[in-house]
């Protein structure tokens, strides 16, 4: 004997219907140690030059490039780099790849701005025709990490979107955020 199901149906989706919408967090595409700045860079060359100009003049650390790849054929650039600050004994090595901001590079800077209550930060983003993705190459070291966005945002005159999309910062919040953890011992 074959009935039908649907009495059962439509109480079942009745019920459903009145439900209130549960909403989801966005699933993150990047890996937990990835770090976004955003670029007002028209090129997706990183300026090598400017960037240890930046840190001799401007930051206690030294920046050494370990490696880079020539450019790929749509002009993405890939650099390793070291940095290195004496004078509070920390260091990082990281990766730094260049790429063109999506919508979605902006939809998570509007959202970041929000849950940070970062004003203006998202405007300052959408100018920002680059990404630089920061990656940290083996132990990570938040120190060496912030610091290495402090100099990169001072490069890229944009904001930094942290991997955990909590907030944006610009060059003054990533050396706050340094100076913190080295007065709290991180």
Not at 101 to 122: F, I, L, N, P, V
């Amino acid at each position: 004997m074959i009935r039908s199901h649907a009495a059962e149906s439509a109480r079942f989706v009745e019920r459903k219907q009145h439900r209130p919408r549960r909403i989801e967090a966005r699933a993150r595409p990047w890996c937990l140690r990835l770090v976004r700045i955003f670029a007002q860079r028209e090129r997706l060359a990183l300026d090598l030059p400017e960037l240890l100009r930046a840190t001799r003049t401007y930051f206690d650390a030294t920046l050494d490039v370990q490696a880079q790849r020539p450019a790929a054929g749509d002009g993405r650039d890939y650099v390793e780099v070291q940095l290195s600050c004496p004078k509070f004994g920390y260091e990082g090595r990281f990766s730094i790849h260049t790429r063109w901001t999506s919508e979605h590079d902006r939809a998570d800077a509007r959202d970041a701005e929000q849950r940070g209550r970062a004003a203006g930060m998202a405007t300052l983003a959408e100018r920002c025709p680059t990404i630089w993705d920061v990656e940290a190459l083996g132990q990570d070291s938040e120190l060496a990490r912030l610091n290495l966005c402090g100099i990169l945002a001072a490069v890229a005159l944009g904001p930094v979107l942290p991997d955990d999309g909590s907030t944006l910062y610009g060059v003054r919040g990533a050396m706050e955020r340094v100076e913190k953890l080295l007065k709290t011992g991180g």
